[in-house]
């Protein structure tokens, strides 16, 4: 059985670890580390299984389109959320419209918490990057490995400290390859699509799909980088886009709702959540545009609902009531880069790419 590209990847990584670092106990450490995240991303895809299962169960595969939505909007009146995402409490939660993205009831929040459980538990580890030598100092190829690992160009990536960084970008890659993976045994036909990617304002042109509903990938060690618009400012790539029908492209005028997944350490600003208000205006207009009745002639107000999804506080609870206090996650003491960035309120690691 072929090696996974992103595991070659993450050798590749490993070697490139060994030569900003001492030899020794850390280069065992990372050989072991790269071992259990080959293993367990297979491991996860095999628990996601059930995930498949329970969106099969949900809509069925030869739903009618006039009874998709319909559904949808059932499934979303009966979300599971606990009483932090209802009263929109813990991190993040300062800002209208945040705090909003937060209390915005969606379906399948039972299948996004399992494929969040699944990728949290897919072992990570930290790099330290050693004193005096920036990434942008790299050999080209060894830089490029960094680059699509990790979603970001040399620059960005120059001052990033990779104790806080790497592990939620780590965490985020499984969420996606399990989501696609998801997609790709519903024969390229699941709801929920990840990393969608739409150019920059006015027109926020579409994520190109090869066939009906695949979505184009461009990247090799990472599929989800270079995004299609990658280059362009002011493009946006949704962590996860829920389709309206599941057998039409993932466009402007398909848009059920857009979640952003946020796990712990990740930065929550508004301004990213704001470009996704601005681009769902314009998918209204292109529903309308679609649509032959408006109701009462009045023409569609939304593009489609947008949700923030923070792992572990947004996940499904069911028959329980929650403890008004924080997780064991939100005890954590945060990484002193976190607390500096709270106090300026601006982060340069986890804004979405042109945002």
């Known amino acids: 059985m072929p090696v996974p590209a992103i595991v070659w990847g993450v050798l590749e990584l490993v070697a490139l670890a060994i030569t900003l670092h001492e030899l020794g106990e850390l280069a065992e450490e990372l050989y072991e580390g790269v071992e ?28 009618e389109e006039k009874e998709e ?35 915005q009831k969606i379906p399948f929040r039972d299948a996004i918490t399992q494929v969040c459980n699944a990728a949290d538990r897919v072992p990570v ?4 990057k ?25 620059e960005q990536l120059a001052d990033v400290k990779f104790e806080e960084f790497f592990v939620i970008r780590l965490k985020q890659l499984a969420v996606n390859l399990l989501f696609e993976f998801v997609d790709e045994c519903l024969s390229w036909a699941s709801p929920l699509k990840c990393e969608v990617n739409f150019g920059p304002p006015p027109s926020f ?77 314009a998918a209204a207009k292109v529903k309308t545009s679609r649509t032959p009745i408006t109701f009462q002639g009045k023409p569609v107000s939304s593009g489609g609902r947008l949700s923030l999804f923070r792992y572990p506080e947004d ?41």
């Open 315 to 355: 996940i499904a609870v069911h028959g329980k009531k929650e403890p008004d206090k924080p997780s064991e996650h939100e005890k954590k003491e945060e990484p002193e880069q976190q607390k500096s960035e709270k106090s300026s309120g601006r982060s340069r690691h986890s804004r979405k790419r042109g945002i």
């Open 36 to 63: 259990k995240y080959g293993k367990d991303i297979g491991k996860a895809k095999e628990e996601v299984r059930k995930v498949i299962q329970s969106i099969q169960d949900e809509i069925a595969q030869k739903i």
């Open 69 to 103: 939505v319909a559904i949808l909007l059932a499934l979303e009146a009966a979300d599971p959320q606990g009483q932090n995402t209802r009263k929109a409490a813990g991190r993040g939660a300062t800002d209208a419209t945040i705090n909003a993205a937060i209390e």
């Open 205 to 281: 042109d579409d994520h190109p799909v090869e066939g009906a509903t695949k979505l184009q990938r461009l990247g090799k060690i990472n599929p989800f980088y270079p995004s299609p618009f990658q280059y362009q400012k002011g493009n946006i790539s949704a962590d996860l886009m829920i389709s309206e029908y599941r057998h039409q492209r993932s466009d402007k005028g398909n848009i059920f709702a857009i979640v952003e997944i946020k796990f712990q350490g990740d930065r929550i600003e508004a301004e990213q959540f704001l470009a996704y208000k601005r681009m769902l205006e």
């Open 130 to 154: 050693k004193k005096g030598v920036s990434i942008k100092d790299l050999p080209k190829a060894k830089r490029k490995v960094i680059e699509e690992l990790l979603s970001k160009s040399a």
């Open 125 to 128: 580890w930290s790099l330290r």
